[in-house]
């Protein structure tokens, strides 16, 4: 006879509900949404032109027009592509729905690269900008000493989660940062801008050198990832369409304008001379206030030197926050398709953030940040961002044919028709541009060659090993709920063991979930003895026609051990819980689930009903007003009342047969 289970299951079915629930909202509009936009573009200006105007010398305007032509066909295909699938992080989505699992990790893994670069490389400039108010703030250990401690800043408030309060700041910083770059272009071109100074020192293959053209190209790309933040707060953009075509059009506006109008100002005002410019050697940790000093009259030099210095300071930080966000966002992305270890991806239990690897990648940064190097660490970040962007332009063509029908908010415009679909132009020139730029970072940049394919090796290795050791495909998509993901307060698990069948059906691993949820408490590390037990049983019902020993199919068994390793990777994913696997021949289902509980000792029997049932959402099984032939199957039925522990019989909720299962109880007799 099973013994009753009073107020078990539904307390165990609200506590899935309740962790269920993200508590990121559809808060972000378009003002913010700019914000997270701009401020790495900004910032790039801030960091990288002393680094390009090292290489392309005269021809600095060029490449940052030619920049930001490639921005604007970025960004047409980012926006195309989260109106589509407005799911946390970029290209990795897109590719995820154009291609599959493995090309969707290579295009996360290389953003997570350029996330981490970006983080090190805005908090190290910062120090240098700090270093006009007291010059040693600029040495070495002092600019090292306070590099980590923004890093330390940007951690923890990642951690915590943006709030209102943060975001109008975000706001604020990017006014007043437009309008200090627009008063500056407006100012130098007036002052410096002449045709002599722009084109006398340009002499094209050897003052730059194509090579060195090439790579200032890639460089001023490294911005971009600012559409990778902004699409991976896709799920919680509040934004219409129209709405989203002006951010397009005003971003991409600021961007040309902005970019093109300090290039010609940095290259008059510290103009090149025998194929050397100051920008490139005195100012290159900080271009802007090299600008800012050749301003006159004097008093207004030094005024607008500070004032850079400040603004640049704050914006380097913020853009800092803007990497470390979309990386959070990608984490998550990662961490619930499987592409990466969910420990890694694990959530802070009150802030519902990927706090593990906020926290790691913090600390990769700050070991970054002490190469002070910004040549090197600008090369390896160029290998990632052209990477991701041809996967995302290409992802977008490939989306036309394969999701015609679907949805499209934003649809990149200019399109042809070509092989029955519409084949976007634009798109097809970026991923051309960029992965003619990814070669380019190889060819003339020896860091990111030998760095940049040692992450994807080490990524694609670690992706490889953890798919196969979970015996998931390489190329299929495989989530792990949310809920794994929670770093939950510790609680009195419920039951000691459990043993849960499994039949092979959709919804074997919501089963072992159930378990999990019903074992999984006070975490234990892995040489202690009390950990809580899952028996996963997989089921072979041998007919009377052939013999209990008979042979069975191959086909079969790699089902069955498929299966069990599955149970066995979801289950443990929750603290304090080990699952054993067995297989079992038998000729009733019922009678074998009830003789191994009984020969196991398990405390509690989970089982999803083995036919069509009218339970709905966990309902309580039982009660005075119905009979369990109406509601289950024979299986089911012998278990409830043949067990001697308690039965939690669960099934999906009304319309959704792969949803999450509410425990639910039944007693004997009904």
Known sequence: MSRAEDGGGERVSSEITARSISTLRRSVGSPLLFAIVYTPLASAL????????????????????????????????????????????????????????????????????????????????????????????????????????????????????????RARRIGVLVIADLAMQAFIVILGLALFFSPDKLLDPIHLGSAPRWSDFVFALTVAAISFTSLESAAGVAGEVRISSAALKRLIMSGTGTVVIVYTGIALVAVTALPVHGGHTELASRYLNLPMVGIATQMHPHW?????????????????????NSAMLGLSRLAYSLSTNRQIPTGLGRLHPQRSTPYVLIL???AIAAGLAATEDLDFL?????????????????????LRYSEPQRDRPYRVPLSIAWRSGQLPLPAVAGA??????????????EPARYVGLGWLIAGLTLYVVYRRADETSLLRRVTVSPEVLRAEPPRERDYGSILVPLFGTALDEDIVQTA??????????????DKATIEALWIFVIPMSLPIDARLPEAQIKQARQALARAKAVGEEYSGVEVATAMVRTRRAGYAIVDEARRRGVEAIVLGAEEPSLIRGGARLGG?????????????????????????????????ARGARAPSTASSPL
């Open 432 to 445: 051309l541009i960029s992965a003619a730029g990814w070669v380019a970072v190889m060819v003339v940049h």
């Open 46 to 165: 801030y960091f990288c032109l002393g680094v390009i105007a090292g290489r392309a010398l005269g021809l600095t305007p060029l490449v940052f027009v030619i920049s930001s032509l490639l921005f604007t066909l970025t960004a047409l295909t980012y926006a195309e592509g989260a109106s589509m699938h407005p799911e946390r992080s970029g290209s990795t989505v897109f590719a995820r729905y154009a291609f599959n699992e493995l090309i969707s990790f290579v295009a996360g893994w290389a953003i997570l690269l350029d996330y981490i670069i970006l983080i090190a490389v805005t908090t190290y400039s910062a120090t240098q900008y700090l270093s006009v108010f007291s010059s040693p703030l600029g040495d070495r250990d002092e600019a090292l000493i306070l590099a980590l401690l923004f890093i330390a800043v940007v951690v923890v408030g990642n951690i915590r989660g943006l709030g209102g309060r």
């Open 378 to 398: 600008v090369g390896i970040y160029a290998f990632g961002a052209m990477l991701a962007f041809t996967i995302a332009h290409l992802s977008i063509c490939r």
């Open 516 to 529: 999990a949820l019903l074992v999984a408490g006070e975490p234990t590390d892995d040489a202690a003895i």
């Open 624 to 656: 005075r007003g119905g009979r369990l032939e109406n509601f289950v199957g024979d299986a089911t039925k012998y278990v409830i009342s043949k067990a001697n522990c308690r039965v939690i019989v669960t099934a999906p909720a009304a319309g959704d």
């Open 360 to 362: 790691a990648a913090g």
């Open 300 to 320: 207004l030099a030094e005024a607008l030197r500070y004032v850079v210095a400040g603004l640049a300071t704050m914006t380097l930080v913020a853009a800092a």
